[in-house]
């Protein structure tokens, strides 16, 4: 995809958002209710998604109400860190968000090539 075809894909991909929240791209949020293990979990893969230089954006609302821990603009997928969550949680959340959703558990370690086998 040349750099005028992702921008498009990214900016489509922001039409799932809900406006009133603001989303801001490439900034780590967090929700309070979050533990530090799920928290540090979404840094490690936002740091690498950083790297690798791909759009992101942390707590993002979709229409709708359901929230992404995150949202990765240049794949149209979300990625939920699972800490306390269970699998059936996942599969909820797969058929009320607008993309493709996948899982990583706070207890994986995160490299590279496994955030890119995640996302692709």
Same mark, same amino acid.
Request: glycine content about 2%; charged content about 35%.
């Given at each position: 995809?040349?750099?005028?075809?992702?921008? +498009?894909?990214? &900016?489509?991909?922001?039409?799932?958002?809900?406006? *009133?929240?603001?989303? @801001? %791209? &490439?900034?780590?949020?967090?929700?309070? @209710?979050?533990?530090?293990?799920?928290?540090?979990?979404?840094?490690? =893969?936002?740091? !690498?998604?950083?790297?690798?230089?791909?759009?992101?954006?942390? $707590? *993002?609302?979709?229409?709708?109400?359901?929230? *992404?821990?995150?949202? =990765?603009?240049?794949?149209?997928? *979300?990625? !939920?860190?699972?800490? @306390?969550?269970?699998?059936?949680?996942? $599969?909820?959340? %797969?058929?009320?968000?607008?993309?493709?959703?996948?899982?990583? +558990?706070?207890? $994986?370690?995160? @490299?590279?090539?496994?955030? !890119?086998?995640?996302?692709?």
């Amino acid at each position: 995809m040349n750099k005028l075809e992702l921008m +498009k894909f990214r &900016n489509n991909c922001m039409q799932k958002l809900d406006r *009133a929240y603001r989303p @801001t %791209r &490439n900034v780590i949020r967090f929700s309070h @209710t979050e533990t530090i293990e799920h928290y540090l979990q979404k840094c490690k =893969v936002c740091y !690498e998604l950083s790297k690798m230089n791909i759009e992101f954006i942390c $707590e *993002a609302r979709f229409y709708g109400g359901s929230r *992404a821990d995150i949202y =990765v603009l240049d794949k149209d997928t *979300a990625i !939920e860190i699972l800490h @306390t969550e269970k699998e059936e949680n996942l $599969e909820k959340k %797969r058929k009320e968000y607008p993309c493709w959703v996948v899982g990583i +558990k706070t207890e $994986e370690e995160i @490299t590279p090539e496994r955030v !890119e086998k995640l996302i692709n």
